[in-house]
T-cell receptor, first 114, second 112 residues
Framework: AQSVTQLGSHVSVSEGALVLLRCNYS??????LFWYVQYPNQGLQLLLK??????LVKGINGFEAEFKKSETSFHLTKPSAHMSDAAEYFC????????????FGKGTKLSVKP | SAVISQKPSRDICQRGTSLTIQCQVD?????MFWYRQQPGQSLTLIAT?????????ESGFVIDKFPISRPNLTFSTLTVSNMSPEDSSIYLC?????????FGQGTRLTVV
């Protein structure tokens, strides 16, 4: 079965520091990969996605992620954290591309200290 | 993109009652997905709803508890039946559009 593992349920960084949220997936074929952000009491917002092509993808709010097939990873990074980045982040895969549901990781709560 | 209108946005319900959640999409889509997000947890797929056929439920979810309707290509409902406090969660509908999944704003359900 497909699965998504997010290392660290809670990550805390200082404002201005690098943000690194880890995501590994298990899949027999390269799936579509996504990062979503959920602010308190709000819905899911797509940060970025990888489907095909360039393995380094840039998203909104300065986030980017790199698809590494050999490592089955899709880690999310941002060079400099802002207070407004504090939220829950979910990594997700779509094993059947655009034809199926998403499988979500357990989420990582990002805290940003002033 | 696809825009999904989901309602109600939140509700507080008595145990033993049922709540029906509605999702309206601004485009015709083949599949609609229903997810549950329990407090502090990730999203778990409840079922996939195709127009014109019965919904396909994931392990641990049954039709009697979560009946789904899909009368046309832009609308679906999920009913949470005979509710207990353990059903307190956020319920979300989702559709695929292009290579992206779009989500409703969610229904925050509290069962007392």
């Amino acid at each position: 079965a497909q699965s998504v593992t997010q290392l660290g349920s809670h990550v805390s960084v200082s404002e201005g520091a690098l943000v690194l949220l880890r995501c590994n997936y298990s899949s027999s074929v390269p799936p579509y990969l996504f990062w979503y952000v959920q602010y308190p009491n709000q819905g899911l917002q797509l940060l970025l996605k990888y489907t095909t092509g360039a393995t380094l993808v840039k998203g909104i709010n300065g986030f980017e992620a790199e698809f590494k097939k050999s490592e089955t990873s899709f880690h999310l990074t941002k060079p400099s954290a802002h207070m407004s980045d504090a939220a829950e982040y979910f990594c997700a895969v779509s094993p059947r591309g655009s034809q199926g549901n998403l499988i979500f990781g357990k989420g990582t709560k990002l805290s940003v200290k002033p | 993109s696809a825009v999904i209108s989901q309602k109600p946005s939140r509700d507080i319900c008595q145990r033993g009652t049922s709540l029906t959640i509605q999702c309206q999409v601004d485009s015709q889509v083949t599949m609609m997905f229903w997810y549950r997000q329990q407090p502090g947890q990730s999203l778990t797929l409840i079922a996939t709803a195709n127009q014109g056929s019965e919904a396909t439920y994931e392990s641990g979810f049954v039709i009697d508890k979560f009946p789904i309707s899909r009368p046309n290509l832009t609308f679906s409902t999920l009913t949470v039946s005979n509710m207990s406090p353990e059903d307190s969660s956020i319920y979300l509908c989702s559709v695929n559009w292009g290579t992206e999944a779009f989500f409703g704003q969610g229904t925050r359900l509290t069962v007392v």
